[in-house]
C-alpha cells in the first residue's frame, strides 16, 4: 500500500488474504485518519497515498 500511489480493497483481498469487508474496514479507517484520500471512479473505490504521489511527480 505504500510502495504504490494508490490501491483497491480488491488488492487488500489478494494481498493479505482478508475479506472485502474486512479490507474496506482497514482502508475506510486509513482514510478517516488522513492516510489515504478516497476517490471514487465510476463503481471503484481508490484509494490514494498523496504524498507519494506529491513525491513521485515533483520534479526538483
Known sequence: MFNHPYTKID??????????????????????NGFLAKQKVGRANYYINEPLCKLLITND
Open 11 to 32: 488488492f487488500l483481498v489478494e494481498e493479505l488474504g482478508v475479506t472485502r469487508i474486512t479490507a474496506t474496514k482497514y482502508l475506510e479507517q486509513l482514510v478517516e
